[in-house]
């Protein structure tokens, strides 16, 4: 069952032409993007907004109406499981102007993530992904500091296959604002300094993929002393865009001791782009138990013609 409460009382909202419901009272329902900064910093589950201040929301038009950017959340935990991946396997899944980033020739990176978004502007929702890591689409060669950045997981490009979603107005905003493949389903994140459980159901109401594992030891940080960024490519209209998302780690940590991890995979979208992607093994697994997010609008982007 999805993670938000049945009962909840909610109202309807535009979002370019469709009609979805949020919940009555909620931050979207007061704020409509535009927050009051001071009233969320008195809310107990949001340790500081002054990540927040130093980004400056602006109104831009967009697929879902005129919209502020960018989308502020404010109490954030995600959990992410790498694994290695045949370069062919991951080629056969990727648009032919993005490349797979390799670790070694042959062998790229793909993922598994979830998050818990527990305050945010488009209110409490959770989320999975099964994404693929791919080369900058500045670069024409991989370098070693996007290997090196992007397996600390502090500066990424990715090519997101499932985005699965507990949230309409969440579904709405990201398919048709972001061109992401997302769709509203059953998705319980749970993530806190002992243990980590995912669950995603599949149409049925049975078992997409499930996950379990104990949280590796976190580690706190000051507010802006660890800053992090994923960069994501979308086609939105037949033309590139790239979606970039900020992260404000405040605690988090990272094992490469992956053998008590349970990772279960069902029938459903994101059990079959995960298999398809042929993983072979595991090799990091990270926990953010707390941070901040901005997720900006989409931009046109140049990808150029791959050449291998």
């Known amino acids: 069952m999805p993670s938000t409460p049945q009962d909840q009382d909610t109202v309807e909202v535009d979002l370019g032409g469709r ?4 919940p009555k009272g909620g931050l979207y329902d007061r704020y409509r993007m535009n927050p009051d900064l001071d009233a969320i910093a008195r809310d107990p589950r949001v340790s500081g907004v ?4 130093q980004l400056p929301k602006t109104k831009v038009d967009s697929p879902i109406g005129p919209t502020l950017t960018p989308n502020f959340y404010y109490t954030v935990s995600t959990a ?4 290695l991946a045949p370069s062919r396997a991951i080629r056969a899944r990727l648009p032919e102007e993005l490349a797979p980033l390799e670790l070694v020739p042959g062998l790229g990176l793909v993922s598994v993530m979830f998050f ?4 945010c502007d488009i209110d409490f929702y959770t989320e999975a992904s099964v994404g693929i890591a791919v ?3 500045r670069h024409g060669k991989l370098g070693f500091f996007d290997l090196v950045t992007g397996l600390k997981n502090e500066h990424l490009d990715s090519y997101v296959l499932s985005l699965p979603v507990s949230s309409e107005i969440a579904q709405v905003r990201g398919h048709d604002g972001y061109g992401f493949p997302k769709w509203v389903t059953g998705l319980d994140v749970d993530i806190d300094d002992r243990r980590t459980t995912a669950r995603v159901a599949d149409d049925a ?3 997409d993929l499930a996950f379990s594992a104990a949280t590796p030891a976190q580690r706190a940080y000051v507010s802006g002393e660890r ?3 994923l960069t994501s490519y979308t086609k939105i209209n037949g033309g590139w865009h790239s979606t970039l998302n900020q ?3 405040l605690n988090a940590g990272t094992t490469r001791n992956t053998r008590g991890v349970t990772l279960q995979l069902g029938e459903g979208r994101m059990s079959d782009d995960l298999r398809s992607l042929k993983p072979k093994r595991t090799v990091q697994f990270d926990v953010m138990t707390e941070g901040q997010a901005a997720l900006h609008m989409p931009v046109p982007t140049s990808v150029p013609p791959r050449n291998t």
Do not use: I, Q
Request: proline content about 4%; aromatic content about 10%; overall charge positive.
């Open 80 to 83: 992410r499981l790498t694994m």
């Open 135 to 137: 080369k900058p689409a």
């Open 205 to 207: 109401g049975g078992v």
């Open 50 to 53: 002054d990540f927040f201040r």
């Open 247 to 249: 992260t404000n780690v």
């Open 19 to 22: 009609e979805v419901t949020v």
């Open 116 to 119: 818990r978004y527990e305050v």
């Open 227 to 229: 800053v992090g960024s």
